[in-house]
């Protein structure tokens, strides 16, 4: 894939990507604010939404610097035996599975230090991050791995645009996983 390193060129890639992200961002909001009062409710839930949704990205945007240097370094391949590729899922799946009970519990700690007391109880809190964060962890491999496959079906650098897309998407997806968990668990 040859590929054009000039500001116009990486500005007309992203440029399209970057509008039509915008527009789910605004869904993220929208859902964000219909859970208003639930959060209020609970302090503990109000914690978990920025941490919840930054390490979804984080976790997505870790696995597709990954699959971008294999992809410049020509070791991409999209086959579901390839050994990379199922490795590079397997590690962000599983740091999720181990990330999200500590973010629950930090979560449950700050909102019982600031409100005085916590609403939900610890384990609550916890179950609800963990559940979030494995469903967003398989999502976010899911989306990390289209992302990239359309990168390259498309011939656009997946450095300039898979990042953006991952984090922006997992950012909706965090809001609406973690509220539909919520309303599972709580």
């Not at 696995?63 to 070791?75: C, E, I, N, Q, V």
């Not at 656009?156 to 973690?178: A, F, K, M, R, S």
Request: charged fraction near 10%; aromatic fraction near 6%; glycine fraction near 8%.
């Amino acid at each position: 894939m040859p590929t054009e390193w000039t500001v116009r060129a990486i500005s007309r890639a992203m440029l399209p990507v970057l509008l039509v992200l915008t527009l789910v961002e605004l869904g993220s909001g929208l859902v964000l604010g219909s859970f208003e009062s639930k959060l209020l409710r609970y302090p503990s839930l109000l914690v978990l939404v920025p941490v919840t949704i930054g390490t979804a990205g984080n976790l997505g945007s870790i696995l597709a610097a990954r699959l971008s240097t294999s992809f410049h370094l020509g070791t991409l391949s999209f086959s579901p035996a390839d050994d990379e590729l199922a490795g590079n899922a397997i590690a962000t799946f599983a740091l999720a599975v181990t990330m999200f009970p500590v973010i629950g519990f930090g979560a449950w700690v700050l909102a019982a230090l600031v409100s005085g007391g916590a609403t939900l109880a610890a384990q609550t809190v916890i179950l609800v991050a963990l559940t979030s964060g494995t469903i967003l962890a398989v999502l976010a491999v899911a989306v990390t791995l289209t992302a990239t496959y359309a990168a390259y079906q498309f011939g656009l650098d997946p450095d300039d645009v898979v990042i953006p897309v991952v984090t922006n998407v997992c950012d909706v997806l965090g809001v609406v996983v973690l509220f539909g968990v919520v309303q599972v668990l709580v």
